[in-house]
């Protein structure tokens, strides 16, 4: 084992993060900005959502695409809702009775600000009728109309009988009622001849007597039958006056309606309508007004609007709005885009043990109460609710809202349900989503790009300058004025922009994910508030992000703790050939950290391949698979190229035992590589990240800040000695946000960030000898490191060649034969 | 020393009848009444009538039939008894007055002379149901002179919603009647029982619905 040089220093503290100067601020507070603030770095997507307020056009519906928490929704809307404000108020729609087919209800679409007084004044009709009928039909002028009537009608009976009687009296013959009809019997001298005198009558006597009883018998048939036909005229007699006198009510009352609304048509037309079928069922105003004679409370006060009996007649209002205090068009979103919730539902009721409905049932969703102006819905939750999405798009497709039944559209239950009119749809909808959802929707349903052709995009990052912190500082400031938190210093905003920086894991750049640094900023104003502070300063925001690492930090902390107690194996002081720690990052929802990972790399003869260990035991994620393929590419295009490859080599994440993704630690596992090929040691208290290409140069990885501090932590737990440090690719060097506590150790020369170009670069700090060019003469040095690994490979491709030409060795040699080296 | 509460008879030839009189009588329980009693009046001509050959029936639909025996009408005595009894027992308990009923072979008009003597009111059911509204006919032997029964056929009247008509007991009165629909006729139990048999049966033919004979100091 040898030890390397110390090796080079390493970048300057001052590049390893990049603080925002407060004193670049015009301002000491953020109490000094006034006005709201527009979103930052989303000109693009905001754009979009404007033109999809303003266009007029159908389907220019938007799709907001972007990661959670950049303001998609906040600014959908604001936009939209100053776009609704300039918007007309849409038309009422109500639900009304077709008296024609009960099961088709009929929309009617009123001006905005009708639908409700239109309700109450058919509320207070059927309450009135329900007084009036009854007291009309208890009248005396009702009452004797109906009386001259039934005695016309009973008289007409009793005299057609009487005349019977009396025409049978003048032949003799009696008419006898019994139980069961009626019977004829002979009279003589007024008393009826009883059966034993009829039988002493002479043969002749009976027989006349027989034969005017039995004419007798038809003609009191006919009389007899001829009275359901007399009980039908009356009946009709009486609906006729019922029908007169109830019209002479219901046209006083229905007018005063009429009058009301005179200039809307459609109005005029459904009462026309009502009025008939009020007339026709003014039963149904009696029946109720016998009934509440024994109803526990009088008529005054049990409504009478409010007996199901009379929902015939109600209004179902479908969307309403106050006469006065609304205005412009509406903006909905809607939290639960359930189907039901989305196009509208019919409920139904049991009655006698069945699902039964009527046009009062049908209730509104949240597509008619934005119906005119804007709906915004998740997009996420939609596709997730069956039939959701399904229904929305064919909404819009038709340009109408048609509710329908999940159950009875899957046959689920078979019950008496509705065909509403369809209500004309005018709106536009604004989904909120991910990138993802948005790239799969316009992948796989051809309904989407037709039906939302506008997408507005979210980035989650902008770019750091002295206008987009003005931006930030602007808006934030907005944000703590709308919570009610205290405002920002300019120290604290600052302080805040460079946790956006270190969000975006770029110097160059701040992060867009408002929510989590909104979070951030409620939580130092809890602080501020705890200390006495007015305002949320620089330290407040610095606590709030300690503690929300500190809560967060348990698995980190338990892994450093293994590292600390030897039970995962990483040195940081030595050195040793074939090993090297690699870097990765840990991921917990909003929180992320670094750790250590000791990689390494054994080699013999062998047929040219290159066992990736995480792979064969399927612990590597295709990209890490991919970082060793090119690793390989970068081995046989580098060394060696005049021989076969005859390397097998093996590479393995020690103690990972969770998987491994990502080719950030193929530059390490390469240094493994190279230093297990080369018999040269690699310095344990250096670690690395990077991808590699094919051509050896380090390509820039995420995470590098965590990696770093990761690293970092390891080596503080065991005492800095100042030749430890981190390699990272040079393109990482403008995302370096580093904790103080890394900067400070930089500073004191405790530790270093040492920035490589290309493998032959890392190569040479890692191990402390020159990685070594090709000479004019094509060759490595032979001391260098290069010249050491193009030796070994020659040395294995020589071997093989031996060991394949050797007779005692037959088959040896084959397309996958190894063989002893 | 206040009167006794008067004595309540329903009268009918079938059941049917009897609870179109027991309806009346229910219009009738407003004022305190002292013991009911319920005498069903079985006709024996229509069975006899109808043994003799080609006797036919017209039900009361028009429709022609052959005349049911006289088995047939006693079982439908029979069970008309029944019903009617259970029916005025329940009058009774309603009434909260104690009760009596009896069945008789006879004529209604020649039953109904043997027995309205002991009863105060007598009720006699008679007619079909009908929907038509009928008028309450006060029957005075005295002419047009309001009678000490005018005040219960007035309240009757008003309980019914009829118009109350009076009218005289001669054959042109008969005759008037004959083409009325009665809801009720209202005779005092004097003047009915001095009709004799024949007199009222031609009184109760020409009213073809429920008949109260009532003692003066009832009404």
Known sequence: ???????????????????????????????????????????????????????????????????????????????????????PRPKDWVYVNNFEAEHKPRAIGLPAGVAIPLRAAMQDLVDDLASDLPALFESDDYQSQRRAIEQEFSEEEESSLEEFAERARA???????????????????????????????????????????????????????????????????????NAAMAKRVVDARVAEVAEAFDTIPDIQDFVAELREDIVANAELFLRRAAQSKDAPFPDTVGKAHMDPVFGRYAVNVMVGQEAETETGAPLEHEALP?????????????HMGSLVTNFTMIKPGALHRANGGFLVLDARRILSEPYAWDGLKRCLRNGEITISSLGERMSLVSTTSLEPDPIPLDLRVALVGDRMLHALLVMLDPDFARLFKLQADFDDVADRDDETLMGFARLFGSQARAAGLRALTAAGVARLADEAARLAGDTEKLSLRLEALGNLMQEADHYAGARGGEEIGAGDIAAAV????????????????????????????????????????????????????????????????????????ELGGPLHSKGVMILSGYLTGTYARDLPFSLHASLVFEQSYGGVDGDSASSAELYALLSALAGLPIDQGLAVTGSINQKGEVQPIGGVN?????????????????????????????????????????????FRVIPVSHIDEGVGILTGTPAGTRGEDGEFPPESVNGRVDAALRRFAEARRAFVRAPSHPGAGGPDGEGAP | ???????????????????????????????????????????????????????????????????????????????????????????????????????????????????AADWDLVVIGQGADTAAAGRVV????????????????ADLAGRMGADLVESGLDAAGRARLGRMSVACLVIDRADALALGRAGLRALLDAARGPVLLAAPRAG
């Open chain 1, 1 to 87: 084992m040898a030890a390397t040089a110390s090796g080079p220093e390493g970048l300057p503290a001052e590049r390893l993060q990049t603080r925002c100067d407060p004193s670049a601020f015009p301002f000491a507070s953020t109490a000094e900005l006034d006005g709201p603030a527009d979103l930052i770095g989303q000109e693009r997507a905001l754009d979009a959502i404007r033109l999809a307020g303003a266009i007029p056009h159908r389907d220019f519906n938007v799709f907001a695409l972007g990661p959670e928490g950049t303001g998609r929704h906040s600014a959908l809307m604001r936009i939209l809702g100053e776009a609704a404000a300039d918007r």
């Open chain 1, 171 to 241: 032949e003799d013959i009696a008419l006898l009622r019994t139980p069961m009809g009626f019977m004829l019997s002979a009279l003589r001298d007024g008393e009826l001849v009883k059966p034993d005198d009829y039988r002493k009558l002479d043969e002749e006597e009976r027989a006349e007597i027989d034969a005017k009883i039995a004419r007798l018998q038809e003609e009191l048939a006919v009389v007899l039958r001829e009275a359901p036909r007399r009980a039908k005229r009356h009946r009709e007699r009486v609906e006729a006056l």
């Open chain 1, 338 to 350: 359930t189907l039901d919730r989305v196009v509208g539902r019919i409920e139904h009721a049991t």
């Open chain 1, 546 to 617: 300690t503690a929300r690492e500190r809560r967060a930090s348990r698995l980190r902390d338990r892994m450093q703790e293994a590292i600390r107690r030897g039970t995962v194996l990483i040195d940081t002081a030595g050195a040793e050939v074939g090993q090297i720690n690699g870097l990765s990052v840990i991921g917990l929802g909003d929180y992320a950290f670094g750790r250590p990972s000791r990689i390494t790399a054994r080699v013999r003869l062998g047929a040219g391949k290159l066992v990736d260990i995480e792979r064969e035991v």
């Open chain 1, 706 to 750: 965590e990696k770093i501090e990761g690293f970092f932590e390891t080596c503080a737990a065991r005492g800095l000695t100042g030749r430890q440090g981190v390699l990272i690719p040079e393109a990482n060097v403008a995302h370096l946000m580093l904790r103080d506590e890394v900067v400070e150790a930089v500073r004191a020369g405790g």
């Open chain 2, 1 to 115: 020393m206040s009167a006794p509460a008067p004595r309540l008879l329903v009268g009918a030839g079938s059941f049917a009848e009897a609870r179109r009189a027991l309806r009346l009588a229910e219009l009738l329980r407003g004022r305190a009444l002292g013991r009911v009693g319920g005498l069903l009046l079985a006709d024996p001509l229509p069975g006899r009538l109808a043994e003799l050959p080609g006797q036919r029936l017209v039900s009361f639909g028009g429709e022609l039939s052959p005349a049911p025996g006289r088995a047939a009408f006693a079982r439908l005595a029979s069970g008309d008894a029944r019903a009617f009894e259970a029916a005025l027992r329940a009058f009774a308990a309603q009434a909260g007055t104690g009760w009596s009923f009896e069945r008789r072979e006879a004529e209604l008009a020649e039953g109904l002379l043997g027995a």
């Open chain 2, 138 to 153: 006060l029957v005075s032997a005295r002419g047009n002179a309001p009678g000490p029964l005018y005040p219960l056929a």
